[in-house]
């Protein structure tokens, strides 16, 4: 079976810190792969997607970046954390965009301070 | 631009009642319809898909879809404590990455 994997469960970082989280995928191929921020009493902000290793498009410009280095690994990257980058981030599969379910990992909490 | 629409709620129903939840979008092309249940400080978990005209359910939960008036609807029956959280509401289609509503807050008090 399909499981995603994401760490830290929670950070605390002073503004202008760098960032990274990681999330992985086991149990599955060339899954499309995406980062969500969800702030507090929000929906569910897409940040970027990928179809395939080193294909990241980005949804809304910001100070965050992300990469895929391995065909089940995702990361989410600031060089310098806002205040407003507090959320909670939601990494998430799938292998058929918008025809199949998503599937979320557990997410990491993150509090800009 | 794609749009989802949900009400933010609270949704509050007794113990044992019905609880509706609903769903509007803006792409008539749409073919794939999600619900998904996120519990306060949890990430989003599936309850159910739909991708046709009609009625589907699973257990005490039934999801009922209308392409032409561009609906679609989630039922709890017998709703319980439990059933409380936040229902999120996704339309796929195509190739495109399905858009999230907001959510309604559903609470369930005894």
């Known amino acids: 079976s399909q499981t995603i994997h994401q760490w830290p469960a929670t950070l605390v970082q002073p503004v202008g810190s760098p960032l990274s989280l990681e999330c992985t995928v086991e149990g599955t191929s060339n899954p499309n792969l995406y980062w969500y921020r969800q702030a507090a009493g929000r929906g569910l902000q897409l940040l970027f997607y990928?179809?395939?290793?080193?294909?990241i498009s980005s949804e809304v410009p910001q100070n965050l970046s992300a990469s895929r280095p391995q065909d089940r690994q995702f990361i989410l990257s600031s060089k310098k954390l806002l205040l407003s980058d507090s959320g909670f981030y939601l990494c998430?599969?799938?292998?058929?965009?918008?025809?199949?379910?998503?599937?979320f990992g557990p997410g990491t909490r993150l509090l800009v301070l | 631009q794609k749009e989802v629409e949900q009400n933010s709620g609270p949704l509050s129903v007794p113990e044992g009642a019905i609880a509706s939840l609903n769903c509007t979008y803006s792409?008539?092309?749409?073919?794939?319809f999600f619900w998904y249940r996120q519990y306060s400080g949890k990430s989003p978990e599936l309850i159910m898909s739909i991708y046709s005209n009609g009625d589907k359910e699973d257990g005490r939960f039934t999801a009922q879809l209308n392409k032409a008036s561009q609906y679609v609807s989630l039922l709890i029956r017998d709703s319980q404590p439990s059933d409380s959280a936040t229902y999120l509401c996704a339309v796929g289609g195509g190739s495109y990455i399905p858009t999230f509503g907001r959510g309604t807050s559903l609470i369930v008090h005894p």
């Open positions: 990928s179809v395939g290793i080193g294909q």
């Open positions: 998430a599969w799938d292998l058929m965009a918008g025809r199949e379910t998503q599937y």
């Open positions: 792409d008539r092309v749409s073919q794939s």
